[in-house]
């Protein structure tokens, strides 16, 4: 069972992000195309990244009995996948939510100012 402790572990982080996002409705509770479509450009785009970094011998992959031993490729990891996911799925969130905080602070200076 050990062999799905790192899959298991990004699942969960995963899960923690949704329920994040669901409570502030960040990104697919609010725009779930748009969310689907940011996540998904960044994870093909490092999944390409990481392709490439194999095949010129950049990378390679570890060996770890945490890890389920199911490949999406030679040498690509599916965990590798769902890591890429939640990476860019936290970047998402991040940028939301930075972006909500900026706002209403700049609401709350415009209303001070205003008075």
Same mark, same amino acid.
């Given at each position: 069972?050990?062999?799905?402790?790192?899959?298991?572990?990004?699942?969960?982080?995963?899960?923690?992000?949704?329920?994040?996002?669901?409570?502030?409705? +960040? =990104?697919?509770?609010?725009?779930?195309?748009? @969310?689907?479509?940011?996540?998904?450009?960044?994870?093909?785009?490092? /999944? *390409? &990244?990481?392709?490439?970094?194999?095949?010129?011998?950049?990378?390679?992959?570890?060996?770890?009995?945490?890890?389920?031993?199911?490949? +999406? =490729?030679?040498?690509?990891?599916?965990?590798? @996948?769902?890591?890429?996911?939640?990476?860019?799925?936290?970047?998402? /969130? *991040? &940028?939301?939510?930075?972006?909500?905080?900026?706002?209403?602070?700049?609401?709350?200076?415009?209303?001070?100012?205003?008075?």
């Amino acid at each position: 069972m050990t062999g799905f402790a790192y899959l298991g572990a990004l699942l969960v982080a995963l899960s923690g992000l949704a329920v994040i996002d669901h409570r502030w409705r +960040l =990104a697919f509770w609010a725009h779930p195309r748009r @969310a689907a479509v940011c996540v998904g450009v960044g994870v093909v785009g490092f /999944l *390409a &990244w990481d392709v490439a970094g194999l095949l010129l011998g950049i990378f390679a992959r570890g060996e770890s009995p945490h890890m389920t031993g199911l490949l +999406l =490729a030679p040498d690509l990891p599916v965990e590798e @996948a769902v890591f890429l996911t939640l990476l860019c799925y936290n970047a998402l /969130l *991040a &940028w939301r939510g930075l972006d909500r905080v900026l706002a209403a602070r700049r609401t709350r200076a415009a209303g001070e100012v205003a008075r």
